[in-house]
């Protein structure tokens, strides 16, 4: 075996390496809930307008 073919062979299980680890870092994740993400103690305005104004007439 060559010393570029040993090279290639560590640079290619090096990256590998950091493909796994970075695939177990991601599943490590976890993203809120969308109940999470309402605050449910907020007002609700139930007369609100957008604040660019009302929509066209179609």
Known sequence: ???????????????????DEAKAAAAEVSEPGEDELVDEGLPVADDAE?????APAA
Request: proline share 8%; charged share 30%.
């Open 1 to 19: 075996m060559s010393d570029q073919t040993a090279h290639n062979d560590d640079l290619l299980r090096r990256s590998q390496e950091s493909i």
């Open 50 to 54: 957008p604040s660019d104004g009302p």
